[in-house]
């Protein structure tokens, strides 16, 4: 065991505080990656302020992080040390049932281990994340990052961008395709990325009219005010795919008026029931679908992070140091943020 050092919420209530813990032992597939950035992620208050209930505490948020390989155990085979490396949302898996055989690992049948507010498959230890100094990981869950990219604005892909990268693939997006992103955040600025470099006709919907400048920047060829009822009404039965990427409950059925017959909203946003449920007669009149897409398995964050480096795509970052993490969290909340903070490791080594 080693020790490391982190940030940790030790209950629903509390702020963020120095923590000290222990790591395993390196195993023989295991890397050790010394943490250079960890990205801040909405879900890492979610779990933290217990809002999904099961949390465990002491917690060390974070599934967003990039570093460098500094030990590698005997059986590792695609790491070396001083190798780039970034680790996600999940760091194990039963390995065996259908979809973790179909480098599915994200819908695990056995359960999935996640990086943090999880507990180790084989010892119940809780899993603790990137607000930390390194992490101990089988390789298999560590993907190879290109030093071609700016590192700290590659970590949020590790979330952010497997989230919206493999709704898009899944479904195809391609050349000759009107995509509409639904919601312009820390999701919706990596979807218009994606689905531009992938080749679509990209729309951004939104309800703020500010945002269009910004989405437009971002790649958008469009902006398509949701509360313009003029402006939908002309945009019904036009769109080939839909990436729904609001975090909250809302009412999804004027956002299926805009699919064209045999498409599908993708929801990869809120967790949460929808208000209200989508209409019967949305879906029925035109065999429209609303599907749900979960981050992606480990083939397909590699790929991922090579598509990034082919066309130089990174997320939109703010920088802070680790003391400023609480400020960061109530930013967060107000939705203060484009697009998403990421923490320099290297500031936990400094005074608080």
Known sequence: MSQAHGYAAHDKHAHLVPFSFERRAPRAADVVIDILYSGVCHSDLHQAHDDWGGSIYPMVPGHEIIGRVIEVGSGVHKFKVGDLAGVGCLVDSCRHCAACEEDLEQYCEGGLTVTYNGRERDSGAPTYGGYSDFIVVDEHFAVKVSDQLDLKAVAPLLCAGITTYSPLRHWKVGPGQKVGVIGLGGLGHMGVKF????????????????????????????????????????????????????????????????????????????????????LGIGLILGR???????????????????????????????????????????????????????IDMATLKQPS
């Open 195 to 278: 689905a531009k470099a992938m080749g679509a006709q990209v729309v951004m919907i939104t309800t703020s009219p500010d945002k269009g400048k910004d989405a437009q920047r971002l790649g958008a060829d469009a902006v398509l005010l949701s509360t313009d009822a003029d402006a939908m009404g002309a945009a019904a039965n036009s769109f080939d795919f839909l990436l729904n990427t609001i975090p909250v409950p809302h009412d999804i059925n004027p956002y299926l008026a805009l699919l064209r017959r045999d498409r599908t909203m993708a929801m990869v946003g809120v967790l949460t029931e929808l208000d209200p449920p989508p």
């Open 288 to 342: 429209k679908s609303v599907a749900g897409s979960a981050i992606g398995g480990l083939k397909e964050t590699q790929e991922m992070m090579d598509f990034c480096a082919e066309h130089n795509i990174v997320s939109d970052v703010e920088m802070i140091a680790i003391q400023d993490i609480n400020q960061a969290w109530d930013r967060l909340l107000k939705n203060d943020v484009k697009y998403r903070f990421v």
